[in-house]
């Protein structure tokens, strides 16, 4: 019985065929794979970005200021210092993770930059109670990485108009002395001789944050928002 079989052109058609439908299929899912990994590594940015512009925006919405503080022994201090890339302030945003630690919804935090392995860092330092020097010390983490530039810009309403620096410590300050009838004859002479227009310990009414990241092909992300701060005038009681 003679068998049927394959001739040597029928099988290099076959293989020729194969190899074609192959690389058709290996481009095809190439491309497929590298438009994921490219949108992968976008939504990665911009997920950082995002996360890391809520974060600041939610603490400079709790930013406050107080002038009362023991007039024999300042072991608290407020602030608000901003400046083109870093703004330092005390705020009502903390969260108390652990009820047995000696803390409170205050604190004070802090927006720069670092730089990392080759690269950029957002840094937020914050310490979880306020003392003599609450522009110093407490925990850093990393909210980014991969930052190009960061920008604040503060709202100055005597101005009507956005400034690079803004500045309200209390050093510069008295504090509320208990003595209610100096602190109103205090008061009476600053309105008569204007002075209460000159205080400048109060806060911006609105921040603007600008932040741009790198990803590893040198691709730029551009993120921007402001909010306002509700709690301008210093406390006084």
């Not at 590594?41 to 939610?58: L, P």
């Not at 608000?80 to 652990?98: A, C, E, N, P, Q």
């Not at 911006?204 to 730029?220: A, F, H, I, W």
């Amino acid at each position: 019985m003679r068998r049927a079989g394959f001739t040597m052109m029928e099988l290099l058609v076959s293989v020729g065929i194969l190899a074609m439908v192959a690389s058709l299929v290996y481009g095809s899912l190439s491309a497929t794979l590298s438009s994921q990994r490219t949108v992968m590594k976008t939504q990665e940015r911009y997920h950082s970005g995002r996360v890391a512009m809520t974060k600041i925006i939610k603490d400079l919405t709790n930013a406050f200021i107080s002038k009362h503080v023991n007039a024999v022994e300042r072991v608290t201090k407020t602030l608000f210092i901003g400046h083109s890339d870093k703004v330092t302030f005390t705020y009502l945003g903390h969260y108390r993770f652990d009820p047995e630690e000696p803390e409170s919804d205050q604190g004070a935090v802090s927006y720069f930059l670092k730089s990392g392995d080759g690269t950029k860092q957002l840094i937020r330092r914050e310490k979880t109670i306020i003392d003599d020097s609450p522009d110093k010390g407490g925990v850093e983490e990393v909210l980014a990485d991969g930052v190009k530039r960061l920008e604040f810009e503060y709202y100055d309403t005597e101005a009507e108009d956005w400034t690079d620096d803004w500045k309200a410590e209390m050093d510069e300050l008295e504090p509320v002395t208990l003595d209610k009838q100096v602190e109103k004859a205090r008061n009476l002479a600053k309105k008569l001789t204007g002075m209460d227009q000159l205080d400048t310990f109060v806060l911006p009414k609105m921040v603007r944050v600008k932040l741009t990241l790198l990803d590893e092909d040198g691709e730029t992300y551009y993120f921007e928002s402001q909010t306002q701060i509700p709690l301008r005038d210093p406390f006084n009681w």
